[in-house]
């Protein structure tokens, strides 16, 4: 059987949506009711189905109306096609350039220290569009995933076709609170240290980059993520491994202090687009809000 013959056996759309709002319900005036529809218009839409297949998907029976076999599995094809259909119309509308919506993928740690305090002067400037902030770390399929932008530390692979604006590179040192530094007196080796899972190696890398492999804490401590460990240090419950930008608003209020210094780890935070962000004013807008708020 040829394609073009499988197209001509397909009911039309409306007779479709029609059929999956009565069934969906297990009644005809339920749907015209949704639809906006007489209930002789849903019956001649399901009748018109069912001659143009050839198989009966309701029976008819006390005035109400049972899902045949063929209609259950018509059923489920036809909600999931609406479904993708629907995701898909709101999407390509999401990411048209006239959209008033912009999806930006951010990486936890970060989205939570540095970027939501400062998304409110954003609205201030661009009260018109809608930011949609997805948080995730990680390679990223911006296609897939549907997102506009992604803001990464780039310390993995991605895509060739991908455009990289830089947005800084990052410095790390150990960080923890001056009455903790004091209490400990201004020893690292007698700290608690504090590690996350989703950098498990920060501490091991920093002490290899100032070519401190001998030291060794009083003791470790373990949290599932990056953001989990810094709000430890800043509660007084030992020192994490904390990098700029991430912990630059705490340090400038003091409420963290990095007695060490800081230094580089190597990485760039990068922001990551399917295209030059010219090419969308709304990526412009807020890529161009993103550099200068790091500048700053």
Same mark, same amino acid.
């Given at each position: 059987?040829?394609?073009?013959?499988?197209?001509?056996?397909?009911?039309?759309?409306?007779?479709?949506?029609?059929?999956?709002?009565?069934?969906?319900?297990?009644?005809?005036?339920?749907?015209?009711?949704?639809?906006?529809?007489?209930?002789?218009?849903?019956?001649?839409?399901?009748?018109?189905?069912?001659?143009?297949?050839?198989?009966?998907?309701?029976?008819?029976?006390?005035?109400?109306?049972?899902?045949?076999?063929?209609?259950?599995?018509?059923?489920?094809?036809?909600?999931?096609?609406?479904?993708?259909?629907?995701?898909?119309?709101?999407?390509?509308?999401?990411?048209?350039?006239?959209?008033?919506?912009?999806?930006?993928?951010?990486?936890?740690?970060?989205?939570?220290?540095?970027?939501?305090?400062?998304?409110?002067?954003?609205?201030?400037?661009?009260?018109?569009?809608?930011?949609?902030?997805?948080?995730?770390?990680?390679?990223?399929?911006?296609?897939?995933?549907?997102?506009?932008?992604?803001?990464?530390?780039?310390?993995?692979?991605?895509?060739?076709?991908?455009?990289?604006?830089?947005?800084?590179?990052?410095?790390?040192?150990?960080?923890?609170?001056?009455?903790?530094?004091?209490?400990?007196?201004?020893?690292?080796?007698?700290?608690?240290?504090?590690?996350?899972?989703?950098?498990?190696?920060?501490?091991?890398?920093?002490?290899?980059?100032?070519?401190?492999?001998?030291?060794?804490?009083?003791?470790?401590?373990? /949290?599932?993520?990056? /953001?989990?460990?810094?709000?430890?240090?800043?509660?007084?419950?030992?020192?994490?491994?904390?990098?700029?930008?991430?912990?630059?608003?705490?340090?400038?209020?003091?409420?963290?202090?990095?007695?060490?210094?800081?230094?580089?780890?190597?990485?760039?935070?990068?922001?990551?687009?399917?295209?030059?962000?010219?090419?969308?004013?709304?990526?412009?807008? /807020?890529?161009?809000?993103?550099?200068?708020?790091?500048?700053?």
């Amino acid at each position: 059987m040829s394609n073009s013959h499988i197209k001509r056996r397909l009911p039309p759309l409306g007779a479709l949506t029609a059929f999956e709002a009565a069934a969906r319900h297990q009644s005809f005036s339920r749907a015209a009711q949704e639809l906006h529809l007489t209930h002789g218009a849903i019956s001649r839409a399901v009748s018109h189905i069912e001659d143009r297949i050839g198989v009966q998907l309701f029976v008819r029976r006390n005035r109400r109306v049972y899902l045949t076999s063929a209609g259950q599995r018509l059923l489920k094809t036809t909600s999931e096609t609406l479904d993708a259909l629907s995701h898909t119309v709101e999407e390509i509308h999401r990411h048209d350039s006239s959209s008033p919506f912009l999806t930006v993928s951010c990486e936890p740690s970060l989205a939570m220290r540095w970027l939501m305090p400062r998304l409110g002067t954003f609205r201030e400037l661009c009260p018109e569009l809608n930011i949609d902030l997805r948080m995730a770390g990680g390679p990223i399929d911006l296609l897939s995933e549907n997102c506009d932008i992604a803001i990464r530390r780039m310390d993995f692979g991605f895509h060739e076709d991908y455009q990289v604006t830089t947005l800084c590179a990052e410095s790390a040192g150990p960080v923890c609170s001056k009455v903790y530094w004091d209490g400990v007196q201004k020893d690292v080796n007698k700290a608690s240290w504090l590690h996350s899972r989703t950098r498990p190696n920060a501490w091991n890398d920093w002490k290899q980059v100032n070519g401190m492999e001998n030291l060794a804490p009083k003791n470790e401590q373990y /949290f599932d993520h990056f /953001f989990y460990a810094l709000q430890a240090a800043q509660e007084q419950l030992g020192m994490a491994i904390g990098s700029i930008p991430l912990v630059e608003d705490d340090l400038k209020a003091q409420r963290l202090i990095a007695p060490l210094g800081m230094q580089s780890t190597g990485y760039d935070y990068a922001i990551l687009t399917l295209d030059d962000p010219k090419k969308d004013l709304r990526i412009e807008a /807020f890529v161009n809000w993103l550099i200068g708020q790091i500048t700053r």
